[in-house]
């Protein structure tokens, strides 16, 4: 099954958004494999975010992320990189449709609520840099049979 990493950025927690997204990805069928609430270093901001190292807006960037604690979390489910990512919107707020997270939440582009990773590769790079192993868990619910048409 295919895992994702997830943040709600600084904006997301101080806005009390923390509750309502959480929803829409359990709402959708997501399982949360991992989760907790953290203060993120200017070190681990940089290592997050490293391919952006040296554009203009990489500064303001680290300081956004590490402006105030941040929910992280890993969710598993059936395409759930893609499908988070279409659930996010596009990247500046402006652009993103009405329904996705950051059409409805957001108007900056440096202040855009949320972060998913673009690939699957990113998404495993992600989550070790945020979790240990032992704190992804491995479960079932009994609702995913009916999220889900098995073979
Ligand atoms: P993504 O978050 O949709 O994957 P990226 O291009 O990886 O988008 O950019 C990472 C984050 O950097 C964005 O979510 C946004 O917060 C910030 N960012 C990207 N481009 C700009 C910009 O032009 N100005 C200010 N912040 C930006």
Same mark, same amino acid.
């Given at each position: 099954?295919? +895992? ?6 600084p904006d ?11 929803? +829409?990805? @359990? ?18 901001a940089e +290592? ?8 203009p807006f990489? @500064? ?5 992320i ?12 059936? *395409?759930?990189v893609?499908g988070v990512r ?5 990247t500046?707020p ?11 939440y957001?108007?900056?582009?440096? +202040?855009?609520?949320?972060h998913?990773? *673009?690939?699957v ?9 945020y979790?240990? @192993? !032992? @704190?992804l868990?491995?479960? !079932? ?9 098995y073979?």
């Amino acid at each position: 099954m295919e +895992r994702t990493f997830v943040m709600i950025k600084p904006d997301g927690v101080q806005r009390n958004l923390i509750g309502k997204i959480i929803s +829409r990805f @359990e709402d959708k069928g997501y399982r949360i494999v991992a989760m907790k609430l953290m203060q993120v270093t200017r070190d681990l901001a940089e +290592r997050h975010y490293e391919e952006h190292r040296g554009k203009p807006f990489f @500064e303001s960037l680290i300081d956004y992320i590490t402006s105030g604690p941040v929910v992280v979390m890993v969710l598993e489910g059936k *395409d759930v990189v893609a499908g988070v990512r279409k659930m996010n919107g596009a990247t500046n707020p402006a652009e993103a449709a009405p329904g996705t997270i950051r059409g409805d939440y957001a108007l900056d582009i440096g +202040r855009n609520v949320i972060h998913g990773a *673009d690939s699957v590769e990113s998404a495993q790079r992600e989550i070790s840099i945020y979790f240990k @192993e !032992e @704190e992804l868990l491995n479960y !079932e619910k009994v609702t995913e049979k009916w999220i889900y048409e098995y073979e």
